[in-house]
């Protein structure tokens, strides 16, 4: 028995091993792509295409766009490097839902209606719970992010809040492109995309499901997923009131 226990040790170890080869390969690829692309463009401008007015805009485009891109992927990696640290401190308050729930609906409905994407809440009056408001909102934020998304315009998301005695259910859903039944159990990994050139598109990192889940889970809580290609998908973050 003890040799079972010492051979599922090493496999352990080594797995380890090699999510962490995975996960620097991952970073350095991932920063590799934009660097590539901003410095490359900054050169042609600087080589003559800068006399050409429009070239000269499209390429300014890019590279900032590409900078965005650079930037939102070491905030994130800060980010999720901050959140697994052990030592990782909840700010802990009662959040009062009707009050808390208005920075997320304006940044939303703006973004919604940027795509033509209608968004509809449905909130439960007066439900409170003991979390860290700032972390929470950012699960939402993240969720109803990638709700606009993987959506098509004239599409919907939609964000429900409801509790019972020991826990609230935050469910956000879209109508969007759905995830596929052989990729879904692996979303929550750090860099994985259904699509790397969609996600890519839309600016995504492929760390946000990372995070949600990390937060999440800080909370003691849980994050579900059901999804129908084509047809849409709904997170469910249950936690718990008290802990
Ligand atoms: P990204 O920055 O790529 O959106 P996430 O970690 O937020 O990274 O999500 C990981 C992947 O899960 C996405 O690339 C996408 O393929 C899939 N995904 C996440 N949310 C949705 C959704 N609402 N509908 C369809 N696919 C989704």
């Given at each position: 028995?003890?040799?079972?226990?010492?051979?599922?040790?090493?496999?352990?170890?080594?797995?380890?091993?090699?999510?962490r080869k995975?996960f620097v390969a991952?970073v350095s690829?991932?920063?590799?792509?934009?660097?590539?692309?901003?410095?490359?463009?900054?050169?042609?401008?600087?080589?003559?295409?800068?006399?050409?007015?429009?070239?000269?805009?499209?390429?300014?485009?890019?590279?900032?766009?590409?900078?965005?891109?650079?930037?939102?992927?070491?905030?994130?990696?800060?980010?999720?490097?901050?959140?697994?640290?052990?030592?990782?401190?909840?700010?802990?308050?009662?959040?009062?839902?009707?009050?808390?729930?208005?920075?997320?609906?304006?940044?939303?409905?703006?973004?919604?209606?940027?795509?033509?994407?209608?968004?509809?809440?449905?909130?439960?009056?007066?439900?409170?719970?003991?979390?860290?408001?700032?972390?929470?909102?950012?699960?939402?934020?993240?969720?109803?992010?990638?709700?606009?998304?993987?959506?098509?315009?004239?599409?919907?998301?939609?964000?429900?809040?409801?509790?019972?005695?020991?826990?609230?259910?935050?469910?956000?859903?879209?109508?969007?492109?759905?995830?596929?039944?052989?990729?879904?159990?692996?979303?929550?990994?750090?860099?994985?995309?259904?699509?790397?050139?969609?996600?890519?598109?839309?600016?995504?990192?492929?760390?946000?499901?990372?995070?949600?889940?990390?937060?999440?889970?800080?909370?003691?809580?849980?994050?579900?997923?059901?999804?129908?290609?084509?047809?849409?998908?709904?997170?469910?973050?249950?936690?718990?009131?008290?802990?």
């Amino acid at each position: 028995k003890g040799a079972v226990l010492v051979f599922h040790d090493i496999t352990d170890l080594k797995r380890v091993e090699q999510m962490r080869k995975d996960f620097v390969a991952n970073v350095s690829h991932e920063l590799k792509t934009p660097i590539t692309s901003i410095r490359g463009f900054s050169e042609t401008l600087l080589d003559g295409a800068m006399e050409d007015e429009k070239l000269c805009k499209q390429f300014l485009d890019i590279i900032l766009k590409e900078s965005s891109r650079l930037q939102a992927l070491v905030q994130d990696l800060l980010e999720l490097s901050k959140l697994e640290k052990e030592e990782l401190q909840l700010s802990k308050k009662m959040i009062h839902i009707d009050e808390w729930i208005t920075n997320i609906t304006t940044l939303i409905e703006q973004q919604a209606n940027n795509k033509s994407i209608s968004f509809k809440v449905n909130l439960e009056k007066g439900i409170s719970f003991y979390g860290d408001p700032d972390r929470l909102q950012q699960v939402v934020l993240n969720l109803l992010y990638n709700g606009i998304n993987y959506t098509a315009e004239g599409g919907e998301i939609s964000l429900q809040i409801s509790s019972d005695k020991d826990a609230v259910r935050i469910k956000v859903a879209d109508t969007g492109i759905g995830i596929p039944e052989d990729s879904i159990h692996r979303i929550f990994e750090r860099f994985y995309r259904v699509d790397r050139a969609r996600s890519r598109n839309t600016g995504g990192t492929g760390l946000g499901l990372a995070i949600v889940k990390h937060i999440v889970e800080a909370h003691k809580g849980k994050i579900e997923v059901e999804s129908e290609v084509n047809k849409g998908t709904t997170f469910t973050v249950i936690l718990p009131k008290e802990w």
